[in-house]
Nanobody, 120 residues
Framework: EVQLVESGAGLVQAGGSLTLSCVAN????????IGWFRQAPGKEREAVAC??????RFYDESLIERFSLNKAYKNELYLRIDSLESADPAVYHC???????????????WGQGTLVTVSS
């Protein structure tokens, strides 16, 4: 079965850090763009960060100072978030897509997501 499984989220104090992990089961990232999008209640999906098939990194401009995306082996992906803010709570999904530039609109496979909550 082809699936992406996320882990590592939870309740974090504002200003703190966390690392989200994603493992691909049943496939490797191969030629796909791979990254994360998030979705808060009542809001649209928002692309957070992506690594292209050429290993170029793309970040939402408003998040680039605090978010860092890294890939390991052929099926592991990590998203580190520093200085968590009140705007960060959402369900974070690991996903593959055709291209980073249109990450959300070209999604292919995505996981169930992991919930990030920030306490003040």
């Amino acid at each position: 079965e082809v699936q992406l499984v996320e882990s590592g989220a939870g309740l974090v104090q504002a200003g703190g850090s966390l690392t989200l992990s994603c493992v691909a089961n049943g496939f490797t990232f191969g030629d796909s763009a791979i990254g994360w999008f998030r979705q808060a209640p009542g809001k649209e999906r928002e692309a957070v960060a992506c690594i292209s098939r050429d290993n170029d990194r793309f970040y939402d401009e408003s998040l680039i100072e605090r978010f860092s995306l890294n890939k390991a082996y052929k099926n592991e992906l990590y998203l580190r978030i520093d200085s968590l803010e009140s705007a960060d709570p959402a369900v974070y999904h690991c996903a593959t897509a055709r291209v980073c530039e249109r990450f959300v609109s070209t999604l292919d496979v995505w996981g169930q997501g992991t919930l990030v909550t920030v306490s003040s």
